[in-house]
C-alpha cells in the first residue's frame, strides 16, 4: 500500500458521510483496504442501531445521551440519523428540545470535532473564504443563530451552535434533506453572559457583544457572502434576540430565500394547533378573546399571523387585534407606554379600556388582572418565564370559559409557563394544553415549531421558491391544523413527522405558486415528486 492508499484508507473511516463502521461488507473492505482497521465481525446498520440503543439504555442522564449522540453524529452520520430517524418520539427530546438546551448551555464541555461554521467578528474579513469549503458545494438550508436567545435560556454565546445543529438534524430526520445539504452557522459576536466569558473552558470570542452599525455590518457581510456562494440557500434565523429577530427578517426576507423560525415557525405552529382546537369544540376562531404572555419575537409573531387569520374570516384589521391582548415584562400593553418596540406598538391597546380595571398593588396591570378582566378563552405563553402560568391564573380563567385553551409555549422544560400536568389539575382537566417541549403527559399536545420548518423549507426548496411568503406559512399552518391529532391530542404524533413535512411541503409549494414567487414547474409539485427528493439515512 502507497502512503496515499494509507491516508485515503483512515480518511474513509475519519469523515463521518462516509465511515460505515463495522458495516463495510467484505468487497468494501477489500476494495479501501480496511483490514486490520476494523474488527473482523462484518455488522449491518440494524445491528449497529442495536449496539447503540444500548448503550443509551445503560446511560445515566439524557445530557450524556445527548454528547453521545453527538459524538456519533461527528463519527457516523448515516447510522446516527437512521438511529434518529427510526425513532423519533424517543430521539427528538434527546437531540432537540429539551436536551438541546443543556448542549447549548454546556457546549464549551462537549466540543469535539468541527461540525458547520463559526464566524466570529475577528474573522470578518475571512467569511468568503471559509465559505468557499468545496465540501460546502451541495448546501441548500443554512440555519444560523447568533446565539442571544437560545430557547428561553438567553445567552449562550457561541454555545448557542448547538441549536443550528440540532435544528439541521430535524431537517434530514424530518424533511429528508441529505446531511452535506444542510449547514449550522454560528455568528460569534461575543457574548454579555459574563459567567461565560469568565469561564476558562469557553470556547468563543470572549468579548462583550459587537452591537449597533457594527453589528449590522457584520451581518450584511455574512448575507452577502452567503448569497454570493449559494443563490438559491434557504437561510433560516433562529433563537437571536427580538429585536434582531424582527430587523434581520425585516431587511433580508425580500432580498434571499429566508424567515426567522421563532417568529413565523412559533407562530404557524401555534396558530395550526389553535385552529385544530377550535375545529375540535366547534367553536370560531373570531369568537376567541386571546392573551398573549410575552411579546417578544416568538409573541408577536403569533399575533400577526393569527391577525391575518382572523381577517381571512372576515374581521377588519381593528377589529381582529381588538381579540388580542398582549401582556409582556410591564404588564399589559398600552399605546401610551414609552419604548414599545415596532411589533409591541401594533400590538397596544388603548387605555380607556383598561381604566376600570382592577390592578395589582404596584397599579400595573399584570397578567392575573388581565385575565381576570378580559375572560379570556386562549392564553398563549412565549415569554420564557417559568411559572408564570400560576394557579391563581389558570383558575381564573378555567372560572371564565368551559373549555380553556392553554399554551405554555416556553422552551426547554425549565423555562415553561406551567407544567402541563398542573394545568389539567386546576381547570379539573377541562383544559385543552399544549406545550413547547415534551412533558410526557397523556392528552398534552407538543406545540412545536419542528412541525413546520422542516416541511417549510423542503417545500420552498421544491418549489424553487425564490422568497417565503407569508401565504407560505399561512397555508402551512392550516394544513397543520387540519392534519389534527389521535385521542385529546391536537397534532398528528411525533412519529408521524416526516409524513406531515411531506404534506406541508406540499401545500408550501402551492403556496409558493399562487404567491408568484416559485420557479419549479407545477407538476414537480406533487407528493409523489416531492417524497423522491427525500433522502433516507441507509448506506450506499
Ligand atoms: O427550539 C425549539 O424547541 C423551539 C424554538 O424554536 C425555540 O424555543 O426557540
Ligand atoms: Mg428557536
Same mark, same amino acid.
Given at each position: 500500500?502507497?502512503?496515499?492508499?494509507?491516508?485515503?484508507?483512515?480518511?474513509?473511516?475519519?469523515?463521518?458521510?462516509?465511515?460505515?463502521?463495522?458495516?463495510?461488507?467484505?468487497?468494501?473492505?477489500?476494495?479501501?483496504?480496511?483490514?486490520?482497521?476494523?474488527?473482523?465481525?462484518?455488522?449491518?446498520?440494524?445491528?449497529?442501531?442495536?449496539?447503540?440503543?444500548?448503550?443509551?439504555?445503560?446511560?445515566?442522564?439524557?445530557?450524556?445521551?445527548?454528547?453521545?449522540?453527538?459524538?456519533?453524529?461527528?463519527?457516523?452520520?448515516?447510522?446516527?440519523?437512521?438511529?434518529?430517524?427510526?425513532?423519533?418520539?424517543?430521539?427528538?427530546?434527546?437531540?432537540?428540545?429539551?436536551?438541546?438546551?443543556?448542549?447549548?448551555?454546556?457546549?464549551?464541555?462537549?466540543?469535539?470535532?468541527?461540525?458547520?461554521?463559526?464566524?466570529?467578528?475577528?474573522?470578518?474579513?475571512?467569511?468568503?473564504?471559509?465559505?468557499?469549503?468545496?465540501?460546502?458545494?451541495?448546501?441548500?438550508?443554512?440555519?444560523?443563530?447568533?446565539?442571544?436567545?437560545?430557547?428561553?435560556?438567553?445567552?449562550?454565546?457561541?454555545?448557542?451552535?448547538?441549536?443550528?445543529?440540532?435544528?439541521?438534524?430535524?431537517?434530514?430526520?424530518?424533511?429528508?434533506?441529505?446531511?452535506?445539504?444542510?449547514?449550522?452557522?454560528?455568528?460569534?459576536?461575543?457574548?454579555?453572559?459574563? /459567567? #461565560? %466569558?469568565?469561564?476558562? !473552558?469557553?470556547?468563543?470570542?470572549?468579548?462583550? $457583544? +459587537?452591537?449597533?452599525? @457594527?453589528?449590522?455590518?457584520?451581518?450584511?457581510?455574512?448575507?452577502?457572502?452567503?448569497?454570493?456562494?449559494?443563490?438559491?440557500?434557504?437561510?433560516?434565523?433562529?433563537?437571536?434576540?427580538?429585536?434582531?429577530?424582527?430587523?434581520?427578517?425585516?431587511?433580508?426576507?425580500?432580498?434571499?430565500?429566508?424567515?426567522?423560525?421563532?417568529?413565523?415557525?412559533?407562530?404557524?405552529?401555534?396558530?395550526?394547533?389553535?385552529?385544530?382546537?377550535?375545529?375540535?369544540?366547534?367553536?370560531?376562531?373570531?369568537?376567541?378573546?386571546?392573551?398573549?404572555?410575552?411579546?417578544?419575537?416568538?409573541?408577536?409573531?403569533?399575533?400577526?399571523?393569527?391577525?391575518? /387569520? #382572523? %381577517?381571512?374570516?372576515? !374581521?377588519?384589521?381593528?377589529?381582529?387585534?381588538? $381579540? +388580542?391582548?398582549?401582556? @409582556?415584562?410591564?404588564?399589559?400593553?398600552?399605546?401610551?407606554?414609552?419604548?414599545?418596540?415596532?411589533?409591541?406598538?401594533?400590538?397596544?391597546?388603548?387605555?380607556?379600556?383598561?381604566?376600570?380595571?382592577?390592578?395589582?398593588?404596584?397599579?400595573?396591570?399584570?397578567?392575573?388582572?388581565?385575565?381576570?378582566?378580559?375572560?379570556?378563552?386562549?392564553?398563549?405563553?412565549?415569554?420564557?418565564?417559568?411559572?408564570?402560568?400560576?394557579?391563581?391564573?389558570?383558575?381564573?380563567?378555567?372560572?371564565?370559559?368551559?373549555?380553556?385553551?392553554?399554551?405554555?409555549?416556553?422552551?426547554?422544560?425549565?423555562?415553561?409557563?406551567?407544567?402541563?400536568?398542573?394545568? #389539567?389539575?386546576?381547570?379539573?382537566g377541562r383544559a385543552v394544553v399544549g406545550t413547547g417541549s415534551p412533558f410526557g403527559v397523556a392528552g398534552v399536545t407538543q406545540v412545536n415549531n419542528v412541525y413546520i420548518f422542516p416541511g417549510v423549507g423542503l417545500g420552498a426548496i421544491a418549489a424553487g421558491a425564490t422568497r417565503v411568503t407569508d401565504g407560505m406559512f399561512m397555508a402551512a399552518a392550516r394544513a397543520l391544523g387540519a392534519m389534527g391529532g389521535a385521542g385529546d391530542t391536537l397534532l398528528p404524533p411525533i412519529d408521524a413527522l416526516r409524513e406531515v413535512a411531506l404534506h406541508i411541503?406540499?401545500?408550501?409549494?402551492?403556496?409558493?405558486?399562487?404567491?408568484?414567487?416559485?420557479?419549479?414547474?407545477?407538476?414537480?409539485?406533487?407528493?409523489?415528486?416531492?417524497?423522491?427528493?427525500?433522502?433516507?439515512?441507509?448506506?450506499?
Open positions: 500500500m502507497s502512503p496515499a492508499f494509507h491516508a485515503a484508507r483512515r480518511a474513509l473511516l475519519s469523515d463521518p458521510l462516509t465511515n460505515k463502521g463495522t458495516a463495510f461488507i467484505e468487497a468494501e473492505r477489500d476494495r479501501f483496504g480496511l483490514h486490520g482497521l476494523l474488527p473482523p465481525h462484518v455488522g449491518t446498520l440494524e445491528s449497529q442501531i442495536v449496539r447503540r440503543r444500548r448503550v443509551l439504555d445503560g446511560m445515566a442522564d439524557d445530557f450524556h445521551r445527548y454528547a453521545f449522540l453527538r459524538e456519533l453524529q461527528d463519527s457516523n452520520e448515516i447510522l446516527f440519523h437512521a438511529l434518529v430517524q427510526a425513532d423519533l418520539p424517543r430521539m427528538l427530546p434527546l437531540v432537540y428540545t429539551p436536551t438541546v438546551g443543556a448542549g447549548c448551555e454546556r457546549f464549551s464541555e462537549i466540543w469535539r470535532k468541527p461540525r458547520g461554521l463559526f464566524l466570529s467578528y475577528p474573522n470578518r474579513g475571512r467569511i468568503a473564504d471559509i465559505l468557499a469549503d468545496p465540501a460546502l458545494d451541495r448546501v441548500k438550508v443554512i440555519v444560523v443563530s447568533d446565539g442571544e436567545r437560545i430557547l428561553g435560556l438567553g445567552d449562550q454565546g457561541a454555545g448557542g451552535m448547538g441549536i443550528p445543529i440540532g435544528k439541521l438534524a430535524l431537517y434530514t430526520a424530518c424533511a429528508g434533506l441529505h446531511p452535506a445539504e444542510v449547514l449550522p452557522i454560528l455568528l460569534d459576536v461575543g457574548t454579555d453572559n459574563a /459567567a #461565560l %466569558r469568565d469561564d476558562p !473552558l469557553y470556547v468563543g470570542w470572549r468579548n462583550p $457583544r +459587537i452591537r449597533g452599525q @457594527d453589528y449590522a455590518a457584520f451581518v450584511d457581510t455574512f448575507v452577502e457572502a452567503v448569497a454570493a456562494r449559494w443563490p438559491n440557500v434557504l437561510l433560516q434565523w433562529e433563537d437571536f434576540a427580538g429585536h434582531n429577530a424582527y430587523d434581520l427578517l425585516a431587511r433580508y426576507r425580500d432580498r434571499l430565500l429566508s424567515f426567522n423560525d421563532d417568529i413565523q415557525g412559533t407562530a404557524a405552529t401555534a396558530v395550526g394547533t389553535l385552529l385544530s382546537a377550535i375545529r375540535r369544540t366547534g367553536a370560531s376562531l373570531t369568537g376567541q378573546r386571546i392573551v398573549l404572555f410575552g411579546a417578544g419575537a416568538a409573541g408577536s409573531g403569533v399575533a400577526e399571523l393569527l391577525v391575518q /387569520a #382572523l %381577517r381571512a374570516e372576515g !374581521l377588519d384589521e381593528a377589529a381582529a387585534r381588538a $381579540r +388580542i391582548w398582549a401582556v @409582556d415584562r410591564d404588564g399589559l400593553i398600552l399605546s401610551d407606554m414609552p419604548k414599545l418596540t415596532a411589533p409591541q406598538a401594533l400590538l397596544a391597546r388603548d387605555p380607556a379600556e383598561v381604566a376600570d380595571w382592577t390592578r395589582d398593588a404596584d397599579g400595573g396591570l399584570g397578567l392575573l388582572d388581565t385575565v381576570q378582566a378580559v375572560r379570556p378563552t386562549v392564553l398563549i405563553g412565549a415569554s420564557g418565564q417559568a411559572g408564570a402560568f400560576t394557579e391563581a391564573v389558570v383558575r381564573a380563567m378555567a372560572a371564565g370559559c368551559a373549555t380553556p385553551v392553554i399554551f405554555p409555549l416556553s422552551n426547554p422544560v425549565s423555562r415553561a409557563e406551567a407544567h402541563p400536568a398542573d394545568v #389539567l389539575a386546576w381547570t379539573d411541503a406540499v401545500v408550501v409549494a402551492q403556496a409558493a405558486v399562487a404567491d408568484g414567487v416559485a420557479t419549479a414547474p407545477a407538476d414537480a409539485l406533487t407528493a409523489e415528486r416531492i417524497a423522491a427528493l427525500m433522502w433516507d439515512a441507509r448506506y450506499d
